[in-house]
Nanobody, 118 residues
């Protein structure tokens, strides 16, 4: 089974930075797109950023200008988060949309907590 291992969450001060990483493993598959969503208490799960096969990226409004998504290697996505604000506090979920042969699947990580606070 394809598994997602998330890392990099934690507690940072406002204005600080974090780098999230999500590694996909577990067999033969091809990534369609990969990225991050987040969910704060009482809120919907919203797009942070995704990177699509071929390198095209899409950012949620709150991430634009502050966050950057990239692939660290073929199966690992990184999210560099700068100038963090308290409103960035949320559980961040890695999302993978992938293909095995001609069949498409989607999977989620278990989430990693990001807390921005003094």
């Amino acid at each position: 089974q394809v598994q997602l291992v998330e890392s990099g969450g934690g507690l940072v001060q406002p204005g600080g930075s974090l780098r999230l990483s999500c590694a996909a493993s577990g067999g033969r598959f091809s990534i369609n797109f990969m990225g991050w969503y987040r969910q704060a208490p009482g809120k919907e799960r919203d797009l942070v950023a995704i990177i699509i096969s071929g390198g095209r990226t899409t950012y949620g409004d709150s991430a634009k200008g502050r966050f950057s998504i990239s692939m660290d290697n073929a199966n690992t996505v990184a999210l560099q988060m700068n100038s963090l604000k308290p409103e960035d506090t949320a559980v961040y979920y890695c999302h993978l949309n992938f293909r095995v042969g001609a069949t498409t699947y989607a999977n989620w990580g278990q989430g990693t907590q990001v807390t921005v606070s003094s």
